[in-house]
């Protein structure tokens, strides 16, 4: 079984910048699309960004676009998540996602998802 890992999350004031990182255990066949998502207690989880593996579509959540950049390393099977201009609604716990479905329909088509890492964001 393909686990996900992320690593990167953090306490930073706002206007600062952070790097999520996300390894997967193996490659994962089928993989249609990698994302991001983020979740607040209390609300749901909500995609920030995400890739086709095939294409290279790339998708952004608006709150976060100009801001936040995914990329990925296919040989290292490790996905990105560069977070620039932070502010204190981008604090949340973020979730690394695998798909065989389209990633940006939501939480119930993500086939494979990591523990998570908090992200906090002072004023």
């Known amino acids: 079984q393909a686990q996900l890992r992320e690593s990167g999350g953090g306490s930073v004031q706002a206007g600062g910048s952070l790097r999520l990182f996300c390894t997967a255990s193996?490659?994962?066949?089928?993989?249609?699309?990698m994302a991001w998502f983020r979740q607040i207690p209390g609300r749901e989880r909500e995609g920030v960004a995400t890739f086709y593996t095939r294409g290279g579509q790339i998708r952004y959540a608006d709150s976060v676009k100009g801001r936040f950049t995914i990329s990925h390393d296919n040989a290292e099977n490790t996905v990105f998540l560069q977070m620039n201009s932070l502010k204190e609604e981008d604090t949340a716990m973020y979730y690394c996602a695998a798909s065989s479905s389209a990633c940006w329909s939501g939480p119930s088509v993500i086939d494979y998802w990591g523990q998570g890492t908090q992200v906090t964001v002072s004023s």
């Open positions: 193996v490659y994962i066949p089928g993989t249609k699309c």
